[in-house]
């Protein structure tokens, strides 16, 4: 009986199999628009140049305003959303001069949330009045642990349910705001922007996916 290559039985395994062998890669992004929007008397105010992204609750002459971030990163070198197998969103957060961010109550009382962005938007024009549509439901929330975040600090936020679904939607970034807004408290969190002179404060998102 003539004998078959081992080569040859290892062949036909994978191809019965239905699949090939295959690896991941892993790709860091940065932020490629960042913009913040704010209620009240700043409503068409644009700030897509500010070099801050801001999460922020506090008040101008005794009126209360609420601030949000919106950012975004170009996820076209990823093949699919059934790729993605991970993906970590780092936030460079910094104590900004002459703000508390100490809560009003303390423990730590406040939660942010991750949105998807479902419209499209431009950072140099939107505002809170023109704002896009987050789309309902929060994918991802965070609230600190312990001492609120008094010191500069790299956050890093498990995103990988939040960047598969706007990849696989076509969806237009993150919308982040506190998770009660209407709270009068003052409080804020402030993290670099893709306006940073210093890059190495600029939002990242490193995602890892299958070829």
């Not at 890669?25 to 992204?53: C, I, K």
């Not at 704002?131 to 001492?147: I, R, V």
Request: net charge negative; hydrophobic share 40%.
């Amino acid at each position: 009986m003539k004998s078959i290559p081992f080569f040859s039985l290892f062949v036909v395994t994978i191809a019965l199999s239905g699949c090939w062998p295959y690896g991941e890669e892993t790709v860091e992004l940065s932020a490629s628009r960042v913009a913040t929007v704010t209620n009240n008397q700043y409503a068409d105010a644009n700030d897509g140049d500010d070099p801050m992204l801001r999460v922020q609750n506090w008040t101008t002459g005794g009126n209360w305003w609420v601030t949000r971030g919106l950012f975004d990163f170009d996820l076209t070198s990823i093949p699919s959303s059934d790729a993605i197998t991970a993906a970590k969103l780092t936030l460079k957060h910094f104590v900004a001069s002459g703000y508390d961010i100490t809560p009003a109550v303390e423990p730590p009382s406040y939660t942010i949330e991750f949105y998807a962005i479902k419209d499209q938007w431009v950072e140099s024009v939107v505002t809170w009045n023109n704002q896009p549509t987050l789309l309902p439901g929060a994918f991802y929330s965070w609230s600190p642990s312990g001492t609120p975040k008094a010191t500069s600090e790299l956050i890093d936020f498990d995103v990988t349910e939040l960047i598969k679904s706007i990849k696989y939607n076509g969806f237009f970034g993150i919308g982040i705001r506190f998770k009660q807004e209407d709270v009068n408290q003052y409080r804020g969190l402030f993290f670099g922007s893709d306006d940073c002179p210093n890059a190495a404060l600029v939002p990242k998102l490193t995602v890892v996916y299958e070829e």
